[in-house]
């Protein structure tokens, strides 16, 4: 278990959707923050499928 909670600046997500590059922007806009991606809603890690793959999807350039 994470000992972080989620807040403002901490958001854990089970997997990865597009939709949260939206999430990245906000912190980007606001004060920063962390997007954790396999650990569920109460800070358990679930971990990832085919996680070199998401890397390769998501790459910021």
């Known amino acids: 278990m994470i000992k972080e909670v989620e807040s403002q600046n901490m958001e854990f997500k089970p ?3 597009d939709e949260y590059l939206r ?3 906000a912190f980007a806009n606001a004060d920063g923050g962390s997007l954790i ?3 569920d809603d109460d800070g358990n890690p679930v971990g990832i499928k085919h996680s070199k793959k998401l890397l390769e999807d998501i ?3």
Do not use: A, H, L
């Open 15 to 17: 997997n990865w959707r």
């Open 23 to 25: 999430v990245i922007t």
């Open 37 to 39: 991606i396999g650990v």
């Open 59 to 61: 790459q910021i350039k």
